[in-house]
T-cell receptor, first 112, second 112 residues
Framework: DVKVTQSSRYLVKRTGEKVFLECVQDMDHENMFWYRQDPGLGLRLIYFSYDVKMKEKGDIPEGYSVSREKKERFSLILESASTNQTSMYLC???????????FGDGTRLSIL | KNQVEQSPQSLIILEGKNCTLQ??????????LRWYKQDTGRGPVSLTI?????NTKSNGRYTATLDADTKQSSLHITASQLSDSASYIC???????????FGRGTSLIVHP
């Protein structure tokens, strides 16, 4: 079974901090994604990586950056956290466009 | 603009009853449509995939339909169980694109 692991289930940070969210998948998948999920808005794509060191902006990349130095790991970085970045963050991976995405269980991030 | 609209936004039913969730999309060109189930506190999990040539597909008590002409899909749940309480998300992939388009989900609550 595919396993996507997010480093923290809950995280509390202060405004202005640099925040790192880590995601690791164990199935050698090519594609990895970062989403945020807010009530009433559904999942919104922040960034997408189709291969190591490759990335593409999603719908809401402002205030975020990503890093994919190794195939199994995709990191989301909040350069200077703000209160409007309080949200549930979900990571996903998939082998290719015809395969389902496999999601982690999310990180609930609170910025105070 | 490619969009995926789901209805109803939320639904409450009694255990043992059937229900149908709707998904309308404007994504073009169409590649495939997936239904995901997201339990509270967990990441979404793929239930079924529909391609252009498929009209109906079942996965246990879940049956998905697709009308590619009217760009509508439905997810029918038979003999609901308490464990069906979850958010159901419709996701449509456009041909030639890495990035799928997510609906905002239908929140289903099954009462005993």
């Amino acid at each position: 079974d595919v396993k996507v692991t997010q480093s923290s289930r809950y995280l509390v940070k202060r405004t202005g901090e640099k925040v790192f969210l880590e995601c690791v998948q164990d199935m050698d998948h090519e594609n990895m994604f970062w989403y945020r999920q807010d009530p009433g808005l559904g999942l919104r794509l922040i960034y997408f990586s189709y291969d190591v060191k490759m990335k593409e902006k999603g719908d809401i990349p402002e205030g975020y950056s990503v890093s994919r130095e190794k195939k199994e790991r995709f990191s989301l970085i909040l350069e200077s956290a703000s209160t409007n970045q309080t949200s549930m963050y979900l990571c996903a991976s998939r082998q290719d466009g015809n395969q389902p995405q496999h999601f982690g269980d999310g990180t609930r991030l609170s910025i105070l | 603009k490619n969009q995926v609209e789901q209805s109803p936004q939320s639904l409450i039913i009694l255990e043992g009853k059937n229900c149908t969730l709707q998904c309308n999309y404007t994504v073009s060109p169409f590649s495939n449509l997936r239904w995901y189930k997201q339990d509270t506190g967990r990441g979404p999990v793929s239930l079924t995939i529909m391609t252009f040539s498929e009209n109906t597909k079942s996965n246990g008590r879940y049956t998905a339909t697709l009308d590619a002409d009217t760009k509508q899909s439905s997810l029918h749940i038979t003999a609901s169980q308490l464990s069906d309480s979850a958010s159901y998300i419709c996701v449509v992939k456009m041909g030639g694109s890495y990035i799928p388009t997510f609906g905002r989900g239908t929140s289903l609550i099954v009462h005993p």
